[in-house]
């Protein structure tokens, strides 16, 4: 038996182009409905398995009326128009849709949207949580993400989630507070595609100079400015045939975020003074911006928005996984403990709920680099005591007491400060011995000394 399909769209063009796309697809497609009234009337009669409904519609009552009255009877359903005012958008985020569609509708993204949809409403989030926290053995997963540590249900859930999207060729929009694994999940997905032996190439959008980022993103041709003496590629054409990651994504100028819109709907780049070539990638993308108040304040295009969020993912923070903890604790003692040339030491049974008890505003980031500082500082084989760097805000004013730091103190701070620049990275390139000019083994020895 067909899927049926209810379109609710009040606009003739664009609810004739759904009916042909759906039906050319195999689906079958419900009695059009304008309003909400005709929709219900509908959904009584027909029984249709999703709904793709219009926010504004005919006559009395909203899409997000509408939506309300299909989540209470458990229908799946789709909202079709996006629209930038955040009071709307917030309404409509709470009926808890299974994804928004952009105007002009594309096929392969109308396809790809029922995928995630039917996936999703098969596999609701909170009935999720519960199977998984009475689950007694281990989820089954892919072996690209054994290095993806947790147990906890919030993170299990978002690693099925990733396993589920990562064999469609969907662009994937990575959310999360800095520090909890963004990249590492992207490549995870990557691993787990069709395109896992083409070319993963990640940008940081945030890094780019401004006045090259065009150049980096999509290349250019030789002349086309003063200094492009050679022909270069870009980041895109580089990754052709595989997955480019944008983490960041949230800084991107709004000038080419129009351009960026039109590699998604049409595999298509322009380098700067060359002309148009098609390219054949997946996009996956990052940011620990609220994208949502970013459109609203007219900094982020809806409609590049809409084409990125096709299947966000929602990481949770480190506090909110504490169960997590000893576990990751535990793979950052081996391996920094071996990078040290030691045997691993163990945190001490007060040292552990330290960590437990921590809020950890910088995530898993801060927890590693953590537990590296407390590996170099450790005197035996058991870390008895524990030093969490923390941010120091430290005005000038506080230092009306005249009291001077000696110079071993000054030493130790500003060891402190290069550890905590270059991410508590010791040795090789850009680490804190390559950029105080001395030696790794010198460098262990004085941050033993100065504690």
């Known amino acids: 038996m067909k899927v049926k399909i209810l379109i609710v769209e009040d606009q003739f063009i664009e609810a004739k182009s759904l009916n042909l796309i759906l039906t050319n697809a195999g689906y079958a497609v419900c ?33 997000i009326d509408l939506a309300k009255i299909l989540h209470e009877r458990n229908i799946a359903f789709v909202f079709l128009s996006a629209n930038s005012n955040r009071k709307i958008l917030e309404a409509a985020k709470s009926t808890k849709p299974y994804g928004f569609m952009v105007k002009p509708f594309r096929a392969k993204d109308v396809l790809i949207m029922l995928d995630v949809a039917f996936y999703l409403h098969q596999n609701r989030l909170q009935e999720k949580r519960e199977n998984i926290s009475e689950k007694n053995s281990p989820v089954e997963l892919p072996t690209e993400f054994q290095h993806l540590i947790g147990r906890s249900a ?39 595609s069709p395109r896992r032996d083409r070319p993963f190439v990640v940008v940081n959008c945030g890094t780019l100079p401004a006045n090259l980022i065009e150049s980096e993103l999509f290349g250019h041709e030789k002349g086309s400015f003063t200094s492009a003496a050679v022909k270069r590629e870009g980041k895109f054409e580089l990754a052709d045939g595989g997955t480019v990651f944008l983490d960041e994504i949230g800084e991107l100028p709004l000038e080419l975020q129009v351009k960026f819109l039109r590699v998604l709907q049409e595999k298509e780049i ?90 950890w505003p910088g995530n898993i980031r801060e927890l590693e680099n953590t537990i590296q500082r407390n590996v170099v500082l450790a005197k035996g084989s ?38 905590e620049s270059c991410n508590w990275k010791i040795s090789g390139k850009g680490g804190a011995a390559e950029i105080l000019d001395v030696n790794v083994n010198t460098l262990n020895s004085r941050i033993k000394k100065l504690g």
């Open 31 to 63: 009695s059009i409905a304008r309003s909400v009234s005709a929709a219900l009337t509908i959904i009584e009669k027909e029984k249709p398995d999703l709904v793709l409904v219009d926010i504004f519609l005919q006559g009395e009552g909203t899409g």
């Open 154 to 192: 919030n993170f299990i859930e978002i690693l099925e989630q990733a396993k589920m999207v990562g064999p469609l060729d969907t662009s994937v929009l990575i959310l999360g507070e800095s520090g909890t694994g963004k990249e590492l999940i992207a490549h995870s997905i990557h691993k787990v």
């Open 270 to 359: 322009e380098p700067v003074g060359g002309r148009p070539k098609k390219i054949d990638v997946r996009v996956l993308a990052a940011t620990n911006k609220d994208l949502e108040e970013e459109v609203a304040a007219g900094r982020f295009r809806i409609d590049l928005y809409y084409r990125l969020n096709v299947f966000p993912l929602l990481l949770p923070p480190l506090r909110d996984r504490k169960i997590d903890i000893p576990l990751l604790v535990d793979h950052f003692l081996k391996k920094y403990g071996t990078r040290e040339g030691r045997p691993m030491p163990v945190m001490s049974k007060e040292t552990m709920e330290k960590l437990l008890e921590y809020h």
């Open 382 to 419: 058991v870390i008895e005591s524990l030093e969490i760097p923390t941010s120091k805000k430290i005005s000038n004013s506080g230092n009306t007491d005249n009291k001077f730091k000696t110079m071993i103190e000054m030493e130790r701070d500003y060891i402190l400060s290069v550890l």
